[in-house]
């Protein structure tokens, strides 16, 4: 079983920054970032393959996060830029993909999950 540790959330302001960080025992095919606010289903924000750095985003947050992989750390990082209220949940970071198309950002698709931070985006 892979191990993850997410850690960088915290309150911010409405067009604020915030990053995240998580770090794993070892990443597999590829690494994700999704999200869960309270009361909703966990969606994905973010996924990176493993193999060539190519990533998805989520339509919500194009343009304004930015996942990225320190390898030499075993680190997967998420910049989070011009945060709004609606992105406020907490954040888990997973990996070990058991499906093909993990681009597609289910989180149903990936078996092994960090215990997840908060975020929250409030005046």
């Known amino acids: 079983q892979v191990q993850l540790v997410e850690s960088g959330g915290g309150l911010v302001q409405p067009g604020g920054s915030l990053r995240l960080s998580c770090t794993a025992s070892?990443?597999?095919?590829?690494v994700g970032w999704f999200r869960q606010a309270p009361g909703k289903e966990r969606e994905g924000v973010s996924v990176?393959?493993?193999?060539?750095?190519?990533?998805r985003y989520a339509d919500s947050v194009k343009g304004r996060f930015t996942i990225s992989r320190d390898n030499a750390k075993n680190t997967v990082y998420l910049q989070m830029n011009n945060l709004k209220p609606e992105d406020t949940g907490v954040y888990y970071c997973?990996?070990?993909?058991?499906?093909?198309?993990?681009?597609?950002?289910?989180?149903?698709?990936?078996?092994?999950w960090g215990q997840g931070t908060q975020v929250t985006v409030s005046a």
């Open positions: 997973a990996t070990d993909p058991w499906h093909a198309d993990f681009f597609l950002l289910y989180a149903g698709y990936f078996n092994s």
């Open positions: 990176m393959r493993s193999s060539d750095g190519e990533t």
């Open positions: 070892r990443f597999t095919l590829a």
